[in-house]
């Protein structure tokens, strides 16, 4: 089916890790600390050489993963008709962001615009990296030990063996990397935005992209969350600062004729960004623990606490503490890279030594590390002090355990259970200086001996590519194979 004369647009959106700010960031009044992660999600358009108006969707990496399309043209627009004998089942996902991207096009250019480049009918396949689904299965089968160098050995985009509905994720937030990248190629495709404004961080076709993947993403969801995913996945790492619901209130009733463009384009849209970036010769690691956690009713529990007359004052006095914490990690982050620009020998001398002391030696060696260090410590107990009060396993013993000793390895800054915590995963910061693997394979070793909950590593660092981009076929190993079908 795939050939390189046809048009094709592909977009790769990252993952996310929210290292400080989870709960609060829900609040517009607190921002949150997010990473987006080298783990990306890929949708690729071809223009097919089928029927009229016809899209099909499919996911190469599991069983039953294919859902057909239909889009028809009448008064109230557009209408994408999912066909009802697909033995896939619904994906809401891919549904509501092929309906109203299209119909944000229909709005922007015409309805004849949509019909005309759906005259052959779109192919559209949606691959995310190995990390986004947990590997643990996969590495047992083949034998493999749970390390880095394990993963790597697994082929790109590797066939899950389940069908999507029995995926264990990894929490890296596929569907908001998925609708990211889904949108901003369909707008790309149908000519809505230009390549080049897409490029440009600042530009409105890459805002457009963000609100209109935040829109459908919503509403796929059924709620109104912090966005912070979403916002990863479009601009990349960034303290993040979310929009007021209430921009989407006349799009969420469902009945918004004629208003997308307008409500999705409009200065109403008050979230803001700053983009970030880890030190440098520092790196993040990731691991996979075990599912467990289901995030809304962690979420419920912490708002009920957050909200009751008896706590709401210890609440607000507790969130001031952690976002202050959350403030002082953004800071130090920024504090670090401007050392390196200073004196970038220096610096790299600096991170060298710390690769062979635990953290709580390092005061004498580097005060910006040691400080960088205890921040991330403040941040966990108050983090944990939030979920006795609240009721809620935000970091667990297990995972205090777990995170206690890999923080105690030589070289490893920092860490904690990203975004609401729970079971699911960690977070680590370590040194990583050129040629040295020291601190990787002291947190490798710790984390394939731990003996209270099975963990494995994933492949992920931080992303600096500044979020969704455009990018081609045979630039991304395995991408091209992935898709063939
Ligand atoms: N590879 C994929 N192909 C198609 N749809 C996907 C894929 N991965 C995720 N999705 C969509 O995203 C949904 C999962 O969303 P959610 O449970 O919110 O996960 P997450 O926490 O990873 O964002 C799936 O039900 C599906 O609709
Ligand atoms: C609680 C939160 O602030 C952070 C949740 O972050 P996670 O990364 O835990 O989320 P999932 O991708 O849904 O698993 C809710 C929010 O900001 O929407």
Known sequence: MHNDTMSTTIVSAPGKVLAAGGYLVLDQQYPGVVISTSSRFYTVIQ???????QVVVRSPQFHQAEWNY??????????????????????????????H????????????????????GLDIDAVGDNDFYSQRAQLETLGLPRT??????????????????????TGMGSSAALITSLVSALLIHFAAITETDFANLEGDGRRLAHNTAQFVHCLAQGKVGSGFDVS?????????????????????KGDYAGTLKSVLSSSAWDYSFRPIQLPPLTRLVLADVEAGSDTPSLIGKVLKWRGHEDSCETATELWTQI????????????????LYVQNKEEYEQTVRKLSYLPAHEWE???????????????????????????????EPEKQTHLLDQSIAQAGVIGGGVPGAGGYDAI?????????????????????????????????????????????QLDEIPGLREAIQH
């Open 47 to 53: 223009t097919a050489s089928c029927s009229a108006n």
């Open 70 to 99: 239909t889009v028809v043209y009448d008064t109230a627009g557009i209408q994408v008709i999912a066909q009802e004998d697909s033995v896939s089942g619904k994906n809401k996902f891919v549904h509501l962001a092929l309906h």
């Open 101 to 120: 991207t299209l119909n944000l096009v229909a709005e922007i250019h015409s309805v004849a615009h949509v019909q005309e480049r759906l005259s052959h």
């Open 148 to 169: 880095t160098k394990s993963l790597s050995q697994i082929k790109p985009f590797c066939h899950n063996n389940v069908k999507l509905t029995g995926v264990h994720k």
């Open 232 to 252: 990863a996945a479009v601009f990349g790492s960034q303290i993040y600062r979310r929009f007021k619901p209430a921009v989407l209130d006349p799009l969420m």
């Open 323 to 338: 976002d202050e914490s959350n403030q002082s990690l953004a800071r130090q982050l920024d504090t670090l890279s401007q």
């Open 364 to 394: 004498s060696v580097s005060k910006a590390f040691f400080d960088l260090h205890q921040i991330t410590q403040q941040i966990r107990s108050l983090m944990r002090r939030m979920g006795d009060l609240a009721g809620v396993e935000i």
């Open 427 to 471: 977070w680590l910061l370590i040194c990583s200086p050129p040629d040295l693997t020291e601190p990787l394979h002291g947190v490798e070793s710790v984390w394939s001996t731990f003996d209270e909950s099975n963990v494995t590593p994933l492949l992920a660092q931080e992303s600096v590519a500044k979020g969704a981009r455009v990018v």
